[in-house]
């Protein structure tokens, strides 16, 4: 059977990244930047005052003091209309451009405003507001200015293809006037229940029935891991329900079918998969939970084509288009679904999505908070609550009753990662943990 590191080596063999698109800088957050970007302006475009305050010439300041004339007001937004001569100053806001003659700013909180204007009025001055006593102990010339270009000149590439955009690269973008992009588009991924026993999370079960835990979570599996889920809902265990439906998730970049990969005599998934045209890449991974999973490759749409690039230049950017769908068939109990969505769909959306993704193997060490007695013939994956601690990561595993038990999972951040065999860890013992969010 094959390793949990060499299925996911398979799986990535297969997993390309998506062709770049146009697209809208409101939709761009979480995706990856497909081109190089240069700015088309200076920024600041002017030299600014940093803090509101009092825009002078730092040969007037002497040992942090002096009395000036106040010439004017200049507010973020306009233009400053007198320059500022020996003795004179003008108030000047946060972002508002630092008027000819200034080089330092000194701060409103360390000055004191007299509203009795100074005489004689300079030359070209049209009035003057008043007097202000500066009193800046630290006054040092050129203090709370930035300087025009400082943080980026025009035609300076100021992000690079491959970068990961978030809201600070957002705003970037919108400061060097970039409303339309190039990226990888977002990866959808449809999600398939199938199971005769299955009812929607909002009926009441009947006899024999269960609720339908596994799309809701794979479906915000799906939002975490940054992709689009397209829930298809619940299917029976019925060949042409089964094709009606997977037939639909195929057009996703990632399609994950819950339950039916086993072997009980309603396990029709493979065989319906590979009836579609699926290519099965492997069936049965050594792990515990997740035994059964499956996996596979679409090379492209099934139908007439219409979808293909040469036969449809229109296609929408970032459609599926005439590529390939990676398809999971997942075991059913809730935690396998989980657990290797988190060890191998997880990696294939990072890969599709063109983001950098750091292998989650070796994983990190944390100490067992108690005894722990492990005992299988796989490698095991068991929740556990991970923080951080003067002592490094302490590990809790979780009350949990197997692969068919979600509240004893819920509330973990981390899988511990067991080898084969039989041992008792002893409480303080270090062990592999993979971490499914922060500690
Ligand atoms: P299967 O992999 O289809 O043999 O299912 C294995 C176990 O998981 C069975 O006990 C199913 O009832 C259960 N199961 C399958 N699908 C789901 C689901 N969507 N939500 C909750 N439990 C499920
Ligand atoms: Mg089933």
Not at 20 to 25: I, S, W
Not at 224 to 230: C, E, K, L, S, W
Not at 264 to 281: F, I, K, S, T
Request: one cysteine or more; a neutral charge; charged letters at 20%.
């Amino acid at each position: 059977m094959l390793s949990v590191a060499d299925a996911l080596n398979h799986i990535l063999e297969h997993a390309r990244t998506k062709l770049p698109g146009e697209v809208a800088l409101a939709e761009a957050v979480g995706l990856v930047l497909a081109e190089e970007v240069a700015s088309d302006i200076d920024s600041p475009p002017h030299d600014k005052a940093m803090v509101d305050g009092y825009a002078v010439l730092s040969a007037d300041v002497v040992a942090g003091r002096a009395k000036l004339g106040v010439l004017e007001e200049i507010t973020a937004g306009a233009v400053p209309t007198c320059k500022v001569i020996p003795g004179f100053c003008s108030r000047i806001m946060t972002g508002a451009p630092l008027p000819a003659g200034a080089d330092a700013v000194v701060m409103v909180e360390r000055t004191g405003f007299n509203p009795s204007p100074l005489t004689p009025l300079p030359q070209g001055a049209r009035g003057i507001l008043g007097t202000v006593e500066i009193h800046d102990e630290r006054f040092r010339a050129g203090q709370n200015i930035m300087r025009r270009g400082k943080s980026l000149r025009q035609g300076e590439t100021v992000l690079h293809s491959g970068v990961e955009l978030g809201p600070a690269e957002i705003g970037l973008l919108a400061e060097v006037g970039h409303t339309q992009i190039r990226a990888i588009p977002l990866v959808k991924m449809a999600m398939v229940s199938t199971g005769n026993e299955l009812l929607p999370a909002d009926q009441k079960p009947t006899a024999g029935k269960i609720r339908n835990s596994n799309g809701p979570l794979l479906a915000a599996a799906a939002q975490r891991a940054g992709a689009t889920p397209v829930d298809l809902g619940i299917v029976r265990d019925e060949p042409h329900e089964l094709r009606r439906c997977f037939r639909a998730g195929l057009e996703s970049d990632v399609l994950v079918i819950s339950g039916g990969v086993s072997a009980g005599v309603l396990d029709l998934v493979p065989a319906v998969l590979v009836e579609l045209g699926v290519r099965q890449v492997f069936h049965k991974v050594d792990l515990k939970p997740g035994k059964p999973l499956w996996f596979g490759v679409c090379e492209k749409p099934l139908g007439d084509g219409s979808s293909n690039p040469k036969s449809n230049p229109r296609a929408e950017p970032g459609a599926n288009v005439g590529d390939r769908t990676l398809v999971f068939g997942l075991p059913g109990n809730p935690v396998s679904s989980l657990v290797c969505f988190e060890l191998f769909v997880k990696p294939a959306i990072a890969r599709l999505a063109g983001r950098h993704w750091e292998s989650p193997h070796p994983v990190r060490r944390a100490k067992l908070t108690r005894e722990f007695s492990q005992r299988s013939d796989r490698p095991t994956y068991y929740p556990a609550l991970v923080v951080s601690s003067a002592e490094g990561l302490l590990a809790e595993p979780k009350a949990w009753q197997g692969s068919a038990d979600l509240r004893g999972f819920a509330g973990a951040n981390a899988l511990l990662v067991f080898p084969a065999g039989e041992k008792i860890y002893a409480a303080g013992e270090a062990v592999d943990v993979l971490m499914l969010s922060t500690a």
